[in-house]
């Protein structure tokens, strides 16, 4: 061993030292149990001074790769193969940490997870279940299509010309008039408020919510530096509206058509007075309206059939309705706001799946689509019904609820506050997954969100006594 460092380069002699031992460590030549020559030695050979061999070694032992034995001498760590790992790879956690997008709830991270499993009761899903969506039909209307080699390459910004044409078509139905201009085609409604968050808002903007709100339980808005505000839609909403926004720039996030997660529908003069409201102060209105279609009475125009100025940003899917896989939704705004949202979206994605358009564009013009949506409202209120009617039997004298209006859920209100992290483990254990009101509103012990749209009529009837038995002793 003939080597010594270098007095002329850039690493000092302590690094020098350091690097080589490492090496000798990690081609094998010292292997775990090693003993080292001692300090004297290795400063003789290196031809520096004992104190900077000693400095090198208590580095190396700081970081688990030599350790000492009392009495014995310097050795090569039994674990120093894993130190060695963790001093070459970039420490990653410090990425994760510092990083942008704050991470989910614990709770919502392990739906998330169990969700995919096929032995959990699945009780808070907000998906169709497979056998409700029409699978053999859209797998039928493949074969009618004549895709254009257009088709299989990447979307035009905003999206398909025809479809764009066809959405605005669809939505006159509701009383909103829009040009192919106004329209963006989006992967889901997620994205449509992700491209909002980041290609209209400033850091530190309001986005005034309901106090249950689903924005809660995604972070589009707030891992960008916006802050979150819950409001009550009460008489002196404008006036609370004002006060809080005063100069910051500021949007109210609405779903007035079967809120996610209450199933609450506002009459049309609650959508006047948000209307008016946000109007004095100039705040644009983001309406998320996934749901509407799935209303089980006839619904009442949206809050963007009211609007005369582009101040609401109008949200549709067929995610909840169709198919979540074919991911297209659609926002509907201003040109020069759907120019730049689309702007954004082209440098995150390079568009829609252009198949995908191909296919809503197909059903929506062959009438396939709203031929779907009746069968699928009548199978959803059987199953609303079918679940409430085990709720009455059960529930009544520990939990309250409202009649669902249509969409997947039932917003089931325990009369004590037992729904906490304890209740959602145990049922975990037993295989049944919920989606408790504390990551909609986190002051919230009271409530769950119930889906009926997608176990089984076993499933859910088997999760409901579950729940039931573990919910009557936390009483």
């Not at 169709?128 to 039928?140: F, M, R």
């Not at 808002?201 to 709100?213: A, N």
């Not at 020069?336 to 954004?344: G, K, P, S, Y």
Request: hydrophobic share 35%.
């Amino acid at each position: 061993m003939s080597w010594q460092p270098s007095r002329e380069g850039e690493m000092t002699l302590q690094q020098q030292i350091i690097q080589w031992i490492t090496e000798h460590i990690e081609q094998g030549d010292w292997v775990a149990g090693t003993k080292l020559p001692t300090q004297r030695q290795l400063a003789m050979q290196f031809g520096v001074n004992r104190s900077t061999v000693q400095q090198a070694l208590e580095e190396l032992k700081a970081v688990g790769i030599l350790e000492s034995k009392v009495g014995s001498g310097i050795y090569v760590a039994q674990n120093s193969w894993d130190s060695l790992i963790v001093q070459t790879q970039p420490n990653w956690q410090k990425y994760i940490d510092t990083s942008l997008h704050k991470p989910n709830y614990l709770t919502i991270q392990l739906i998330n997870e169990y969700e995919q499993r096929d032995d959990i009761i699945r009780l808070g899903t907000g998906e169709l279940a497979p056998s409700l969506l029409p699978t053999t039909e859209i797998e039928a209307s493949l074969k009618e299509l004549s895709l254009q080699p257009k088709a299989l390459g990447y979307s035009s910004p905003q999206g398909s010309d025809k479809l764009r044409e066809a959405i605005c078509e669809y939505v006159k139905k509701r009383g909103i008039h829009a040009k192919p201009q106004n329209v963006c085609i989006v992967s889901g409604a997620l994205q449509a408020l992700q491209l909002i968050a980041v290609g209209l808002l400033e850091q530190g903007s309001i986005v005034f919510q309901e106090q249950t709100s689903y924005l809660n339980s995604v972070h589009p808005f707030q891992s960008v530096g916006m802050q979150m505000l819950s409001i009550n839609r009460d008489e002196q909403l404008a006036q609370t509206l004002a006060q809080k926004k005063r100069k910051r720039q500021a949007v109210f996030y609405a779903v007035p058509t079967l809120n996610n997660p209450t199933g609450g529908v506002w009459t049309s003069f609650e959508k006047r007075q948000l209307y008016q409201a946000c109007k004095e102060s100039r705040i644009p209105i983001i309406e998320d309206d996934v749901y509407h279609e799935l209303l089980f009475e006839a619904a009442t125009p949206p809050i963007k059939s009211m609007d005369e100025s582009g101040q609401v940003l109008y949200i549709g899917s067929v995610s909840k309705t169709l198919s979540p896989g074919l991911r297209i939704g659609w926002l509907i705004g201003p040109t020069t706001v759907i120019e730049r949202l689309a702007d954004i979206k082209m440098q995150t994605d390079y568009g829609s799946s252009a198949i995908s358009q191909e296919i809503v564009l197909h059903w929506l013009q062959s009438g396939k689509y709203e031929k779907h949506i009746k069968s699928l409202r009548k199978e959803l209120m059987r199953r609303a019904n079918f679940v409430e009617g085990i709720l009455q039997e059960k529930f009544g004298e520990i939990a309250s609820w409202d009649k669902p209006k249509g969409g997947f859920y039932i917003w089931l209100k325990f009369h004590e506050p037992i729904v906490d992290k304890e209740l959602f483990t145990k049922l975990l254990h037993r295989q049944v997954l919920i989606n408790p009101g504390y990551i909609y509103d986190p002051q919230d012990t009271q409530h769950i969100r119930l889906s009926y749209a997608y176990g089984t009529e076993v499933e859910l009837e088997k999760g409901l006594n579950i729940l039931f038995e573990i919910a009557s002793k936390k009483k």
